[in-house]
């Protein structure tokens, strides 16, 4: 896998995941229920229901890639009161999840943005 940095976006799939579900199964839960073109370069995170696991869908131009993640002693932090079926995350907060950081529990300063008044 590329530089997290390099892709587009990055979206977290809110709801556990049967694993058993591959690259077919995935894209038409991107599709269908997100309603996010697969094809976007962007990359689809998706957890197991133990949370011991973690699997990316994305596209990389020629074909569907799939990255997998298991842990063996330890559980991904992961929030039960999402919103939305789908979150928007940095490539920051991806690496700090597949790292073990709880990143639902980090407070960031506030994006502040500014206009010139002339």
Known sequence: MRDLSTYPQIFLYSKFVDFRKSINGLSQIVESELK???FSGALFVFMGRRKDSVKILYWDKTGFALWYKRLEEARFS????FE????LIT????????????VWKIKTHPVLEYE???
């Open 78 to 81: 992961w929030r039960r009161d």
């Open 91 to 102: 490539s920051e907060e991806l690496s700090w999840l597949l790292s073990g950081v709880d």
């Open 84 to 87: 939305t079926e789908v979150v």
């Open 116 to 118: 010139r008044n002339s």
């Open 36 to 38: 996010l073109k697969v």
